[in-house]
Nanobody, 125 residues
Framework: QVRLVESGGGLVQAGGSLRLSCTTS????????MAWFRQAPGKEREFVAA????????YSGDSVKGRFTISRDNAENKAYLQMNSLKPEDTGVYYC??????????????????WGQGTQVTVSS
C-alpha cells in the first residue's frame, strides 16, 4: 500500500519560513518524481514545485520561484519543501504527490499517481 504523509505545516508570520516533509512508503521512491501542490479555500489545487527521480531537475511555479526549494532524500524516501519569505497568499493546504512521469513545465493535479493527505500552512500578515 502506497502512503505519502506530509508534516511540518503550521502557523507562521509573513516573512517567516517553514519546511515541509513528505514521508513515503510502499513505492520504489527512486522511480517517482515528487511534487508539491497547494490548495487555498475556494480555489483549485495549484502546482508548487517538482523534482526528478535523482534530483537532477527541479521546477517551481512562478508564484514561489526564488522563495521555495524542493529537495528529496532517496535514502530516506522523503521529499521536502523549504519555504522562505512566506506571504499570506501562500496560505493553504499543501499536498505532496508522486508520479512516474516528468511533466516539464506542465504539472496538473489529475495526472499525479499518488497523493498525501495534506498539511495546513497559514501565513499571518
Amino acid at each position: 500500500q502506497v502512503r505519502l504523509v506530509e508534516s511540518g505545516g503550521g502557523l507562521v508570520q509573513a516573512g517567516g519560513s517553514l519546511r515541509l516533509s513528505c514521508t513515503t512508503s510502499g513505492l520504489t521512491f527512486t522511480t517517482y518524481a515528487m511534487a508539491w501542490f497547494r490548495q487555498a479555500p475556494g480555489k483549485e489545487r495549484e502546482f508548487v514545485a517538482a523534482i526528478s527521480w535523482t534530483s537532477g531537475t527541479a521546477y517551481s511555479g512562478d508564484s514561489v520561484k526564488g522563495r521555495f526549494t524542493i529537495s528529496r532524500d532517496n535514502a530516506e524516501n522523503k521529499a521536502y519543501l523549504q519555504m522562505n519569505s512566506l506571504k499570506p497568499e501562500d496560505t493553504g493546504v499543501y499536498y505532496c504527490a508522486a508520479d512516474r512521469s516528468w511533466y516539464g513545465r506542465r504539472w496538473n493535479a489529475p495526472d499525479m499517481d499518488y497523493w498525501g493527505q495534506g498539511t495546513q500552512v497559514t501565513v499571518s500578515s
